[in-house]
């Protein structure tokens, strides 16, 4: 029987390959649609096998949870 993080890890690789699918090497659909470069993801959890996110994704959620840069 799998263990939990067996689980977890294989989740996170199937929703990658979804992200990825159909798209140049190097690029991601996020989950609002927009194509971001790998290099620029962001992650909106400390859980390791979250999903990436675009930055404008990153920035909307920062807003929503009244993050002001630089305090």
């Not at 989740?11 to 699918?21: P, Y």
């Not at 159909?22 to 470069?37: A, M, S, T, V």
């Amino acid at each position: 029987m799998r263990d939990f993080l067996e689980s977890l890890e294989d989740a996170a690789e199937t929703r990658f390959d979804e992200m990825t699918q159909g798209l140049p090497n190097g690029k991601f659909r996020c989950g609002c649609g927009n194509i971001e470069e790998l290099d620029h993801a962001a992650s909106a959890s400390e859980n390791p096998y979250s999903e990436p996110i675009c930055r404008q994704c990153l920035q909307k959620m920062m807003n929503d949870a009244g993050y002001v840069e630089g305090s």
